[in-house]
């Protein structure tokens, strides 16, 4: 997570398993991180964050 915030990149996260897998991802939920269950949608997320990066450059 130090990591996340000095770069100031945002992290998503694909968790897709059994107990103890859910137990880190809501770990990682409590600190901000989205967390999705299926790859697709954490590639829709971060694809959505990428567009909405090039709409802020352009819009200055």
Request: a positive charge; glycine letters at 10%; hydrophobic letters at 40%.
């Amino acid at each position: 997570m130090a990591a996340m915030r000095s770069y100031g990149k945002p992290i998503v996260c694909c968790a897709a398993g059994g107990p103890y897998t859910h137990e880190q991802a809501r770990r990682l939920e409590e600190l901000g991180v989205p967390v999705y269950p299926i790859p697709e949608r954490a590639v829709a997320a971060a694809y959505a964050l990428v567009a909405y990066g090039r709409i802020r450059r352009e819009l200055g």
